[in-house]
Nanobody, 113 residues
Framework: QVQLVESGGGLVQAGGSLRLSCAAS??????MGWYRQAPGKQRELVAR???????NYADSVKGRFTISRDNAKNTVYLQMNSLEPEDTAVYYC?????????WGQGTQVTVSS
């Protein structure tokens, strides 16, 4: 089993930045990603990154968010710039292990206007 622990969420003003971190308890050899879920909304993909560094992003965050990973530290990051109130959500780290998507506990990101 794997544990994923997110950190770095908080309250920021529109236009501000946050950097989320997700530390895995084991080595992750496959894709890791960030998802988010706003109240009353379905969970949606924010960004994904392969072990080799290939990335993709939701259209809503392209140009503003950057996903990266440090394989030696078993950690994935999400740098969020130019935050908007619409980015307010619980952000979840994910990793695929043995064909199953594993989830962290989530970290709240709130962007005020």
């Amino acid at each position: 089993q794997v544990q994923l622990v997110e950190s770095g969420g908080g309250l920021v003003q529109a236009g501000g930045s946050l950097r989320l971190s997700c530390a895995a308890s084991i080595r992750i050899f496959n894709t890791m990603g960030w998802y988010r879920q706003a109240p009353g909304k379905q969970r949606e993909l924010v960004a994904r990154i392969t072990r080799g560094g290939s990335t993709n992003y939701a259209d809503s965050v392209k140009g503003r968010f950057t996903i990266s990973r440090d394989n030696a530290k078993n950690t994935v990051y999400l740098q969020m710039n130019s935050l908007e109130p619409e980015d307010t959500a619980v952000y979840y780290c994910s990793a695929v292990v043995d064909y199953l998507t594993r989830w962290g506990q989530g970290t709240q990101v709130t962007v005020s206007s």
